[in-house]
């Protein structure tokens, strides 16, 4: 790793200058205009850029032959042809696998057909630099993940390769942000980062609610919950302590911790809240000052905002 420790200096400087008042929020598109196209799929991307997203997310893991790629889940089966673990496949295999037709949406042809819809992390940053404007670019470090902190080194690689500047966290007209819910990988990110640019991501932990999404008996679900949790505490007292300048709760968590939020805010945190597609809660975070909302929705949240 050959990038530059950031300079010292205090996230709350630094944030609070970010987290000045907006118009408006910005718009990040959830995967891209996941709720048209399937997600993470290149037309999903180069519609949320159509419709004048501001920026959007993408989730990362790291392939067996070590190139990263746009997934949320660690497994195949839910957005693809294919099954299995995502780390135990190479590019190559990955390209074969079908990833867009599960949402039975019609591809329009300047989209690109179904084999060009999977993207790598280095597809999509091609794809963002043809938007023709500045766009931000949040990415979503995604974890437990086989390779462990190897995920945060192979990405940092790439990116300085592609011409990324650390201290701005810009890469010709990207302006790029990282993400992840585990505070390990926050930790890693700040040796090379600066804090403005790194948020930690946080949601409310419940055992059901971990059993039931995982398939997860009691026992074991009780173990896996109780890991996140513990990883959730401690990505609130990195919030707390103000160790990082953006602070990415779940609307849920921001509708059951309205004083945690508040007191976030108060902080100069910059927030960027998930996953915002109804009415009513974009006016929720329009009315608490939310700076950035992440939306599977993009052309119609930008709609409700150019409105309100």
Not at 92 to 121: C, H, M, N, V
């Amino acid at each position: 790793m050959t990038i530059e420790a950031p300079e010292s200096g205090s996230p709350e400087s630094d944030s609070s200058e970010s987290a000045a008042p907006l118009r408006r929020p910005l718009v990040y598109a959830h995967r891209g205009a996941s709720a048209v196209f399937a997600e993470h799929t290149r037309a999903a991307y180069l519609k949320a850029i159509a419709d004048g997203a501001d920026g959007v997310e993408c989730d990362i893991h790291l392939s067996r032959d070590q190139h990263l790629v746009l997934l949320h889940d660690a497994n195949l089966d839910r957005t693809s042809d294919g099954t299995g673990p995502v780390a135990e496949k190479d590019l190559a295999e990955l390209r074969t696998l079908d990833f867009s037709s599960w949402k039975g949406a019609r591809i329009p042809d300047e989209y690109g057909g179904i084999s060009e819809q999977f993207l790598t992390l280095t597809e999509l940053l091609d794809v963002l630099r043809g938007a023709g404007r500045e766009i931000g670019l949040a990415i979503e470090l995604k974890h437990p993940s086989p390779y462990q902190l190897k995920l945060e080194d192979r990405l940092l690689e790439l990116l300085v390769r592609e011409g990324w500047d650390a201290e701005s966290s810009r890469l010709d007209n990207i302006l790029v942000s990282f993400m992840s819910f585990s505070p390990d990988s926050v930790k890693h990110l700040l040796q090379y980062v600066p804090a403005r640019h790194i948020c930690q991501l946080v949601d409310e932990v419940s055992v059901e609610e971990v059993r039931e999404e995982l398939g997860l008996g009691r026992i074991t679900g009780g173990a896996v919950a109780n890991v996140m949790k513990a990883a959730q505490l401690e990505g609130e007292r990195i919030l707390d302590d103000c160790e990082v300048g953006l602070a990415g709760p779940g609307i849920d968590y921001v509708r059951k911790h309205a004083r945690t939020v508040q007191r976030w805010l108060d902080s100069g945190r910059r927030f960027r809240v998930w996953t915002v597609d109804s009415e009513r809660d974009v006016a929720l975070c329009q009315g608490l000052g939310i700076h950035e909302i992440t939306t599977n929705k993009p052309a119609q949240v930008l709609a409700q905002l150019r409105v309100s």
